[in-house]
Every structure is written in C-alpha cells, then in structure tokens.
C-alpha cells in the first residue's frame, strides 16, 4: 500500500467519525437513552444492528416502532426486555415484520435476548463472563471473525435474526462490536473497554466492499463474505494499527456521501 493511499483512508476516517455521522445511520440509536445509560443503550443497539440491513428509510422507521412501544408500555427497552412486556406489548405471527422476518421472529429475538438481560446486570456483564471463561482457548479467525462474535451467535441458537454463518461476513455482528468495544470514539460508546480493539472485523457491508475494490484494497469480484472481511481488515491494521475497523467510517463514509 502506498504511503499517499495509507494518508487519504485516514483522512476519510477522521472525515467521517464524527458526531454528524449519526445522522440517518443505525448508530443514531446510541444516542437514544444516552452514554451513560449503558443498559438501555445495549439493548437497543443490538436491536438496531441485527435490523440493520436493507434501506435505511425502511429499517430505521423498524428499530424506532420496537423501541418507541418498549419504552409506552415499560418506560424503557431494557425493562420492556426483562419483564417479558414483549409477549403481550408487540404482535406475534406469521405476518412479516420486515423484510423476510416475522412478528414469530421476532417473539423469538426478543426472549433470547430477555433471557441474557435477566442473566447479568447488563448485556456486556453477560458476554464479558464468557469470553474470560474462553479467552484461555485458542481463538482463530477461521470461524466466525473472533471469539466475541462467536459467543454472541452462540447464546442466540433459536433466533434467525441474529447471524449464525460460518462463510458470511456476519457485518451486523462485527458493526455492533465496533459500536461496543472502540473507544475514545465520538461515534462508538466503547462501553466494553475489556474488549479488545485489534480483534475486531471490520463490518464488511455492499458500501465497504464496492469502495475498497475501487481502491484496490481487495480484488474485483471479492465476494461479501468472512474470507474478504478478514483480508480487509489485516490489510487495514497498517493503516490503523490496533485499531482496523476505524477503516469502516473511511469505507463506508466514501461509499453513502454521494
């Protein structure tokens, strides 16, 4: 990589991650209940990453509908979440909630994730004991992008909503953990400071993979799966040296401002 393509993904980078990036992105909803408000701030993060995919104008609208009767019938989503609100506050059945996800879908989300709520005092607490208990264990990178993304599809075996493939680049996930782990961000909350930034995979969406191509970071017709999502982010680690998926705000930055 050339020294003056190393200076232009950094200036794209501090172009980007900023607080304006919030607007009309998924991220806005770290915003919702505030950074001090880590509870709530998890739940819905996690709810807006796992329906974050498709429009923009179509799933926001989505996340926004859950959280705002969440927060009518409980006062918030995290009470909503515990107390099983969700089995009688939102619809069940066979009808699509959005894209190809039913209200059946999403009954079977929002328990699993009522369940890791009710197992710890937060939802990082929850995943912060299982990755002390496994962080003895080897952790490769040929499964699923790192040992956190593995654990957080692993306590969601029922539900389809959260990503499970082994091949797939699993971006929801890994754009959740950047939100989560990253810190020192005026974007991401690095609410998990005992994650580690350097295991993070960049979130490998149509906009990151279509500017990285364009840039020669990866070949044309690199597919959107896990193998391409790793390459990137090892190739972005010399530009952001224990810190790759910083490259996401660079990436996918250049691919929305048109």
């Known amino acids: 990589m050339t020294k003056e393509l190393k200076q232009k993904l950094i200036a794209l980078a501090d172009k980007y991650e900023t607080k304006e990036f919030y607007n009309a992105d998924p991220s806005q909803f770290l915003l919702r209940y505030g950074r001090d408000d880590v509870c709530n701030t998890e739940a819905a993060a996690f709810i807006a990453a796992m329906l974050s995919f498709g429009s923009r104008s179509q799933f926001i609208p989505k996340i926004n509908q859950i959280l705002t009767i969440a927060e009518s019938q409980s006062g918030t989503v995290s009470s909503w979440l515990k107390s099983g609100g969700f089995r009688i506050g939102f619809p069940c059945g066979e009808k699509k909630f959005y894209r190809f996800y039913s209200y059946d879908d999403m009954q079977i989300f929002f328990e699993e994730l009522s369940e890791v709520l009710c197992s710890a005092k937060t939802f990082g607490d929850f995943f912060r004991k299982l990755y002390e208990e496994n962080s003895c264990k080897k952790e490769t990178l040929s499964c699923r992008g790192s040992l956190l993304a593995g654990l957080i599809s692993d306590a969601f075996k029922k539900s389809a909503i959260v990503p499970k493939g082994k091949t797939s680049a699993n971006k929801r996930i890994h754009m959740f953990l950047r939100w989560m782990v990253r810190q020192n961000s005026p ?42 999502a790793r390459t990137l982010t090892q190739i972005m680690n010399q530009v952001f040296p224990g810190d790759p998926s910083r490259a996401d705000f660079a990436l996918f930055g250049l691919g929305v401002d048109k």
């Open 187 to 228: 974007v991401d909350v690095g609410f998990w400071n005992w994650g580690d930034p350097s295991k993070l995979i960049i979130p490998l969406d149509v906009h990151v993979l279509q500017e990285a191509v364009k840039l020669e970071l990866i070949p044309e017709g690199s597919a959107a799966s896990f193998k391409t």
